[in-house]
């Protein structure tokens, strides 16, 4: 009987960790949806909409259909969007390492660095998660990541100070 309890609690623990992994992967897609939105107001608003936009579809696929990331159409979108992010990703942290900036979200380059830097990382915490029940250390590790970025932006919106030094179209979005 113990083996059966044993069984069962590891069968119940994994459809917890599904259930977190989904959520998990919701609120990163609305996370993403946001950020493509407030690009809206932005100069170069196509190019960050389509980075922030592409790991938000992505996101809500993975949390409705959770093997999706086994699939030949989403592993490509998601392969070209990591290496294409990549790429920007290194000429953005050239540049703030570069101009030695120190307060990353003081500068569009540090924020659009920061937002693409964290698509990047959810892309490939999300490959290849279809695979196998998703463990504890990675649903750990997603939680973890899932609340960074609202903390985030919830602090800056609250504490204006912070947003002085923005230029114009940054300080209409949300």
Request: positive net charge; proline residues 4%.
């Given at each position: 009987?113990?083996?059966?309890e044993t069984a069962m609690g590891e ?126 250390l990675r649903v750990s590790t997603a ?32």
């Amino acid at each position: 009987m113990n083996g059966l309890e044993t069984a069962m609690g590891e069968v119940c623990e994994k459809s917890w960790l599904s259930v977190i992994w989904r959520i998990c992967n919701a609120f990163m897609s609305l996370f993403f949806a946001l950020a493509t939105y407030v690009q809206i107001n932005d100069p170069d608003a196509g190019l960050w909409m389509v980075g922030y936009g592409v790991p938000a579809v992505l996101c809500v696929l993975l949390s409705l259909k959770p093997h999706v990331t086994e699939a030949l159409p989403w592993r490509r979108v998601a392969d070209l969007h990591v290496m294409i992010s990549s790429t920007v990703v290194f000429m953005l942290g050239w540049k703030v390492q570069k101009e030695r900036i120190s307060e990353i979200f003081q500068q569009e380059e540090g924020r659009e660095f920061s937002g693409l830097l964290l698509t990047l990382v959810w892309l490939l915490l999300c490959r290849h998660s279809g695979r196998a029940p998703v463990g504890l250390l990675r649903v750990s590790t997603a939680a973890a990541i899932t609340v960074f970025p609202f903390v985030a932006w919830l602090y800056y919106h609250i504490n204006k100070e912070l947003r002085l030094n923005w230029p114009s179209h940054c300080k209409t979005a949300i």
